[in-house]
RNA sequence: ACGCCCGUAGCUCAGCCGGAUAGAGCAACAGCCUUCUAAGCUGUGGGUCAGGCGUUCGAAUCGCCUCGGGCGUGCCA
């Protein structure tokens, strides 16, 4: 058991006596931050004296009275009413026994029984990825990580929008490049897709074409440009992801979604819920969590991408998930109370879809910001990042902060600073945790961690015993940086320590054994840790 | 106009289910390589937590208002 589910429990027993009934889940227990406080704290007198009309510090003087545990070195009350704990040092080191014996178990939450469908990126293909993709991949992916890591049984699932008016233009623009290869003037409009890939495609078209189809009709030859278009943008986002160490065990197409009479099941289901304005049909929405109904089909009888993506949510439900967790940009939040609200039609709870929004990433370049358009192509795209900087340092950098925060991502800076990424801070401490068990490979290492117990090595232990509950806060909160915090926070810990102490001493070697125990403990889970944001960890750089 | 996100050190951001002197990295400054990897360590400086009012024993954190920035409010996806 870790530490502060320890302690709750202690503290729990000795209020109960002091005439204090709490549930364990009530009783807040915190890391001090200065060790003059002791290990561990609890606000517990403070928040219920006034309940039993007593002074908080007498509280907890008594509660400080009733506490009788052998784990525990010193309980005192401080400031206000502050409950402050040491435990002893054989309690704050048996956490190295447990993390070398679990090893890369070690933190694994419980089994939830509990599963989880995470839809990230899906992006259209057509075009390649920009950076905020790369960010909604490596939060995707990383959110999917940590969930697995807690226990939940995790789906990590990418939805093709293969359908409707974005690939349309797609093909025509295709087309458009293809002519151009036969010296016809390019014609594009204002939707249709600048971007230059295009052209490279259109080229392998060429070769296995030739001007056959110059002079075909364009509805003839469409559906054609169309679907080497999808096939060819899917396969390079397929690569770039997996390139990128992101992983999906399904992809869904919107054309199998489309296809049989699931559609127009669906809209006899929803019949109760529509109504007909202007020739285009309208759902009504706003009767559940939305502030106006959206047309789910057009006036000339076409779908908005709207129905399809109902009737792909509740396949997902149909599925058996009982979580949807949909990755989306900042620009989709009106889609959340939309999508809730089509769900609630067939009697799913709005919680059922949980929308992580990823906040947009703004691009600077030489001090001025690059707008991103897949359509005119002038992005910095995703394999240009990685190309440049590296999967650990992008995967790092894009999941470092919150998803809402707004992140402003200098192109140039990244580059010139890549070797500054915190990520090779992190890297480096577990390569010197590896160095360090390779010199000392002859000294027996001492499980039990007898000889610790300085102040820089409590601080170490206490943060070890931290990892289970930061797994378990950032599922649930979904924030892949609290990982990252926690990685910078250990690697700090084991670069300050290594700084100050000489941990292989050949004239101590039950200490040394102790260190390296606990050097190797540090090493296991920084290891787990990174790849939980799929960083890897170097044993030696 | 309305809705959502954001405003914390020079810069990029943590902290936000209220708690003890507000943190980290980068940048700046001063030190540390004859001993375990200097991609490192030690130390210093740097803040009206956008502003105001309120709730509270206690507010960066909760509520209301104002200001500033971003996004959204398509028969686009």
């Known amino acids: 058991m870790q530490n502060e589910e320890r302690i709750r429990g202690i503290i729990q027993k000795a209020a109960a006596k002091a005439g204090l009934e709490v549930g364990v889940q009530a009783i807040e227990v915190e890391n001090t931050r200065d060790p003059k406080f002791g290990d561990y704290s609890t606000n517990l007198a403070m928040k219920n ?4 009309g007593k002074k908080p510090i007498d509280l907890a003087n008594s509660i400080i009275g009733a506490i009788d545990d052998p784990l525990v070195e010193k309980v005192e009350c401080a400031g206000p009413g502050f409950i402050n704990l040491t435990l002893k040092k054989e309690s704050l080191a048996s956490v190295v026994k447990k993390i070398l014996e679990q090893g890369s178990a070690y933190g694994k939450g419980n089994d939830k029984h509990f599963k989880i469908n995470v839809e990230f990126v899906s992006a259209n293909p057509t075009g390649d990825l920009h950076l905020g993709h790369t960010r909604g991949a490596a939060l995707g992916d990383a959110i999917s990580n940590i969930y697995e890591k807690a226990g939940y049984e995790v789906t990590r699932e990418y939805y093709v929008n293969d359908c409707g008016n974005q690939v349309h233009h797609l093909g025509l623009s295709l087309l ?42 364009t509805e003839d030859v469409l559906p054609y440009f169309i679907r080497y278009g999808i096939d060819t943008e899917l396969a390079k986002i397929k690569k770039d992801l997996g390139d990128f160490r992101v992983r999906y065990d399904v992809f869904s197409y919107e054309s199998d979604i489309r296809k049989g009479d699931a559609i127009p099941k669906l809209l006899e289901e929803l019949k109760p819920h529509t109504y007909v304005l202007d020739g285009a049909v309208y759902l ?13 089909v057009k ?22 998930f ?11 939040h009106g889609y959340i109370n939309r999508m809730k609200s089509a769900l609630m039609m067939r009697g799913y709870k709005p919680e059922s879809l949980e929308v992580e929004l990823v906040q947009i990433v703004k691009t600077f370049q030489n001090g001025v910001e690059v707008k991103m358009s897949k359509r005119t192509g002038k992005a910095i795209t995703h394999r240009e990042l990685v190309a440049e900087v590296g999967v650990d340092a992008v995967r790092y950098f894009f999941v470092e902060r919150a998803a809402s925060s707004h992140l402003d991502f200098d192109y140039d800076l990244a580059k010139s600073q890549s070797k500054d990424n915190p990520v090779y801070y992190a890297q480096y401490a577990y390569a010197r945790t590896c160095s360090l068990l390779g010199l000392g490979r002859d000294i027996a290492i001492d499980p039990e961690g007898k000889g610790l117990g300085s102040e820089d090595e409590k601080a170490i232990l206490k943060h070890l015993a931290d990892y289970p509950s930061m797994i378990e806060g950032a599922a649930k909160g979904r924030a892949p940086h609290r990982v990252a915090a926690y990685i910078q926070k250990l690697a700090a810990l084991v670069h300050a320590y290594y700084g100050l102490t000489r941990i292989i001493d050949r004239e101590n070697p039950n200490l040394t054994g102790s260190r390296l125990a606990l050097m190797k403990a540090c090493g296991l889970v920084l290891k787990d840790a990174l790849g939980l944001l799929g960083v890897e960890a170097p044993e030696k750089m």
């Open 299 to 320: 006036s000339d009888g076409n779908f908005t991408y709207f129905l399809p993506d109902i009737c792909y949510h509740y396949d997902k439900m149909a599925r058996g």
């Open 322 to 332: 009982d979580l949807l967790v949909d990755v989306l940009g900042a620009d989709h």
């Open 284 to 296: 009504k929405t706003s009767d559940y969590l939305d502030d106006k109904d959206r047309p789910i």
């Open 49 to 52: 004296a006034k309940k039993l």
């Open 176 to 217: 458009a490049r293809y002519k151009e290869l036969f010296g016809e003037p390019l014609e594009l409009g204002d939707d249709d897709y600048h971007g230059v890939d295009l052209i490279e495609i259109a080229k392998k078209i060429k070769e296995e074409k030739g001007d056959s189809l110059l002079h075909e009709k």
